[in-house]
């Protein structure tokens, strides 16, 4: 049986006269891949804000498993088991690798404390490829480790949902196969992710269903294949001229 983990039932965002998110509708289904994808500026990660509480909505309705989180602050938001990474990784580079992690087993949704945190710290690490990495300070890390640790220090709160924007920006070709690898193990392990992606092999290989934002608008929905072979979607993504 599926179950809904999130809905967005008209959720909309104005800033000014700008209408970055227009009336989106959406459920996301426990332990899938639901990629949110479109053309720069078509407010995808305004959209992953308002989940997670970062901005208000202007309009619409949030809710986590039924229950409405619409009007909750971010750090309620979070411990109810929504965690993000963001597109420029957000780490406390005064502190280890080590330190980072326990940070997010000590703030998340499941809160740790102590030698329990660091443990599942530790596992955690090991898990994204991270082992024997946890003394460095985060200023020593190559561009993907820091992603592994920002992943890591997410995964640690245990959420429920996980909100992964832009993670594989600025990888290079190689980084790019371990990191979708990573992903992919993710998916395979049951996590209920969101996952704003403008690398079209990985939304290909690591979504069950993806919805197609245009200026603020869902214009598709489906399947990967589906989506990326919609003429709307191609004529969103290459503009009215090259179609
Ligand atoms: N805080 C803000 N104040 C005013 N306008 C904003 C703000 N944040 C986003 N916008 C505008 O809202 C629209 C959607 O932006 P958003 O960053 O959500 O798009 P995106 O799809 O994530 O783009 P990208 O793929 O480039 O990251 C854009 O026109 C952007 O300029």
Redesign the pocket.
């Known amino acids: 049986m599926t179950s809904t983990v999130l809905s967005l039932r008209g959720v909309t965002?104005r800033?000014?006269g700008?209408v970055?998110?227009n009336a989106m509708d959406f459920d996301v289904t426990e332990h899938q891949v639901m990629g949110l994808i479109?053309?720069?500026?078509?407010?995808?990660?305004?959209?992953?804000?308002l989940i997670s509480g970062a901005?208000k909505v202007s309009g619409g309705e949030i809710s986590l498993r039924g229950s409405p989180i619409t009007a909750l602050p971010a750090e309620q938001i979070n411990r109810r088991g929504i965690a993000r990474t963001f597109?420029l990784v957000r780490l406390l580079p005064s502190m280890s690798v080590l330190e980072n992690v326990v940070a997010g087993a000590v703030f998340g949704h499941r809160r740790r404390w102590g030698h329990e945190a660091r443990s599942r710290a530790e596992t955690l690490l090991t898990r994204v490829g991270m082992e024997g990495k946890g003394h460095l300070r985060v200023g020593q890390l190559t561009y993907i480790d820091t992603k592994r640790v920002e992943l890591a220090r997410v995964l640690a709160g245990d959420p429920k949902l996980l909100l992964l924007?832009?993670w594989l920006a600025g990888l290079n070709p190689s980084e790019l196969q371990i990191g979708i690898s990573l992903i992919k193990s993710l998916r395979d392990e049951g996590r209920t992710i969101i996952l704003?992606e403008?690398v079209m092999d990985a939304i290909r290989s690591l979504c069950d269903t993806c919805v197609v934002?245009a200026s603020?608008t869902k214009i598709a929905q489906g399947t990967p294949q589906q989506v990326l072979s919609d003429p709307d979607v191609i004529r969103a993504y290459l503009g009215d001229d090259d179609v």
């Open positions: 965002k800033f000014g700008l970055a998110v479109g053309p720069n500026g078509s407010g995808k990660s305004t959209t992953l804000n901005l597109q924007d832009e704003v403008h934002m603020g």
